[in-house]
């Protein structure tokens, strides 16, 4: 199991930045499949990118470009760097890991990934 814990969110305006934190305890490379995820107010919980073991990346159309993924094995720690945010992108965020022989992201469905953080809020006014 992981046990996952975001950090880093907070309050921007239009056309900011934040950096979002993953910290991971129990992970290892080859045993997992890394995303990041948020829920916007009213919506179902979407997939941004997953962040395979060997730190390849996969994002979803809406966050190309603006939103990029990292992952530090030395530090145990998955990154989200987000560039001109707009009110849109104005939810809670999740980082969460499926589990994967290899560490593949092998699947798009929410529910495989088994294990998830509590999430932080980012919030973008306009």
């Known amino acids: 199991q992981v046990h996952l814990a975001e950090s880093g969110g907070g309050s921007v305006q239009t056309g900011g930045s934040l950096r979002l934190s993953c910290a991971l305890s129990?992970?290892?490379?080859?045993?997992?499949?890394l995303g990041w995820f948020r829920q916007r107010p009213g919506k179902a919980r979407e997939g941004l990118v997953h962040?395979?073991?060997?730190?390849?990346?996969s994002y979803t159309d809406s966050v190309k470009g603006r939103f990029t993924a990292s992952l530090d094995n030395n530090k145990n720690t998955l990154y989200l760097q987000m560039k001109y945010l707009e009110p849109e992108d104005t939810a809670m965020y999740f980082c969460?890991?499926?589990?994967?022989?290899?560490?593949?992201?092998?699947?798009?469905?929410?529910?495989?990934?088994?294990?998830w953080g509590k999430g932080t809020q980012v919030t973008v006014s306009s």
């Open positions: 962040v395979g073991g060997d730190g390849m990346t």
């Open positions: 969460a890991a499926l589990r994967s022989d290899g560490g593949y992201c092998t699947s798009n469905d929410l529910g495989d990934f088994r294990d």
């Open positions: 129990g992970y290892t490379s080859s045993n997992y499949c």
